[in-house]
């Protein structure tokens, strides 16, 4: 019997220990495992994927080997082995792995360091994500100024205020420069740039917390809790809506996703090869549609705009209180990877 030439190669793919189908079954059944909570199991496939890693081909290679080392970094960190972690996610950022996987293992790096209370050393990593967006996408676009701001909010957190002045004030030139100035991300990164000024005693820390408050008032309707938390003790403390205790309502059910399609790469994020996230804040109306989109954690490049436009698509059960419907505000974030 004659097997049909589709038939058969899957079955030879299969057989090949280094074949996609093979790292995409290892993959599978590693991330089965550690939800599931069986660590050894997921261990061990995560080891066994980064050998088959070396057998993939292009951008394949470094993807797998990315999934398989963040898994086992995952594992220790769970462990309590935050060296081990640590010292895996930065196998992780090879330059040799090329520049999108690079992005993403620095990401996690700074993420890393971020949770477990290392300011400096997540400062430094986001530095360095800052100089290779600049190297690959220039150094004037929302991304560049995107990174120099995970870095100085780094600083302020690290207990360094004058260091993160500086920092902030590089990107918000560079807003500036690019005509970005007045957006939400803008007002954030100003919201920052008072919270420096304020641990250093300087007088004018009030006026930039007040300009920026009011310019996200001005954008949003409001400062929602959930970004004025982001912008440092001094904002929250200072800036007068940021803090105030909402009125009492009955508890809100928030909305339900019913189609959510992804943005597609711009041709310039694809053409500099450059991987992130860009998170925004959404609102969404009392019918379930998107009424409008803000987007705090730019890349630039044009994908922001992408993101814009499809999250405009977005449809939701919405929100109820007290069995009505309601208009709901939520913040979500749309990754970009390349294989």
Known sequence: MRLPIALLLTFLLLLLPGSVVAQQATQQEAQAAFAKGDMATANSKYKQLLVEAQNAQGGARGNYTFTALTGLARIAEQQKNTDAAEQILVE???????????????????????????????????????NLWGDAAGRKNAGHARYLMEKGSAESRGGLPTQAEQTFRESLAILKDISQDRTAFAYIVQGWLGNALSAQGKPEAAAV??????????????????????????????????????????????PQPLFMPQASYSN?????????GISAWIRISESGSVENVWVVK??????????????????????????????????????????
Request: charged fraction near 20%; charge should be positive; aromatic fraction near 6%.
């Open 268 to 276: 310039a994020a694809r053409k500099a090869r450059i991987t992130g």
């Open 92 to 130: 992780a950022t090879r330059p040799q792995l090329g520049l999108p996987t690079e992005l993403r293992g620095l990401n996690q790096l700074a993420q890393f360091y971020s949770r477990n209370n290392k300011h400096s050393e997540a400062a430094a990593t986001y530095g360095k994500i800052a």
């Open 209 to 254: 917390i007040a300009e920026a408050g009011a310019g996200l008032e001005k954008l949003i309707g409001r400062v929602p809790p959930e970004i004025a938390r982001t912008m440092g003790p001094a904002f929250l403390k200072e800036y007068r809506s940021a803090s105030a205790t909402p009125e009492p309502t009955p508890p809100t059910i928030m």
């Open 298 to 339: 730019p890349l630039g490049l044009g994908l922001d705009e992408q993101v814009i436009d499809v999250i405009r698509k977005w449809r939701f059960r919405p929100g109820t209180r007290s069995g009505a419907p309601v208009a709901t505000e939520i913040q979500t974030e749309m990754s970009f990877s390349l294989y």
